[in-house]
């Protein structure tokens, strides 16, 4: 669950210290007007994750993962569904026989869902939820898993930060990195850290505004998230100036 409190803080911390600076230009005429300031929105490449131990194939399959599906499933076997989302998207799921024995599930269990413009791992961590199954890369594409397996295969990805760690006051330049890791240790898989002896670890880079997290499939894509709802704040925020 979120930590509401610093949630908060650090989402209205950026418009009490004067977010309207981050993202604005003067840039004269080609504004319209001399002094007119101009919304310039970093461009997406700058912010997106960068992968420090994934090799490309892998890269491009968590890139399929983010792709919106739209299905409908009545009752439709849970091999069925998993390979109707693949044709849409590319991916290919493959169930762990062993997982699947203990759970005793035998990949014919009836799924009952509707996805329209769904993200492709939201939507199969919703149909999975029922059996406590998870998802984790393979050689191959994404193996549906029990959640142990799933939590243990982790990696390393760099985040650029700059947008949401970083805000301007009168006298100098604040940097929320610090807030940010502990938010993010709050809210994305709690007991996986390092500091609850766990394998992962998240540390804020003031060199160049990035968070560099070890995490697991599930663990990357609640961090993606958690960022992403931080953006829309600060948009939403930067209205108000």
């Not at 604005?24 to 960068?50: I, S």
């Not at 131990?53 to 849970?78: G, I, N």
């Not at 997290?213 to 600060?234: C, F, V």
Request: hydrophobic fraction near 45%; glycine fraction near 8%.
């Amino acid at each position: 669950m979120i930590g509401k409190l610093r949630l908060g803080a650090l989402l209205l911390a950026p418009l009490a210290a004067g977010l309207c600076w981050y993202g604005w230009e003067v840039r004269g005429e080609a504004a319209g007007k001399a002094g007119e300031p101009e919304r310039a929105e970093p461009a997406a490449a700058l912010l997106a994750p960068m992968e420090l131990e994934l090799d490309p194939a892998q890269s491009d399959l968590l890139r399929r993962l983010d792709q919106p599906v739209a299905a409908a499933f009545r009752k439709t076997p849970l091999q069925q569904a998993l390979t109707t989302l693949g044709r849409q998207t590319g991916v290919q799921f493959i169930l762990d026989a062993d997982a699947l024995q203990e759970a005793r599930i035998d990949g014919d269990e009836p799924v009952e869902a509707r996805f329209e413009k769904t993200p492709l791992f939201r939507a199969v961590e919703r149909i999975l939820a029922p059996w406590g199954l998870s998802m984790c890369l393979s050689g191959e594409g994404v193996l549906i898993t029990d959640s142990g397996t799933a939590r243990a295969q982790v990696w390393t990805r760099s985040y650029p930060v700059v947008d949401v760690a970083v805000v301007a006051t009168d006298k100098r330049p604040q940097f929320l990195g610090r807030e940010l890791v502990e938010l993010i240790q709050d809210v994305v898989e709690p007991d996986s850290w390092d500091d609850m002896d766990g394998p992962c670890y998240v540390t804020f880079e003031s060199l160049n505004f990035t968070v560099v997290a070890t995490q697991s499939l599930r663990g990357h894509k609640e961090i993606e998230r958690l960022l992403k709802m931080l953006r829309a704040g600060r948009t939403q925020l930067e209205g108000l100036c």
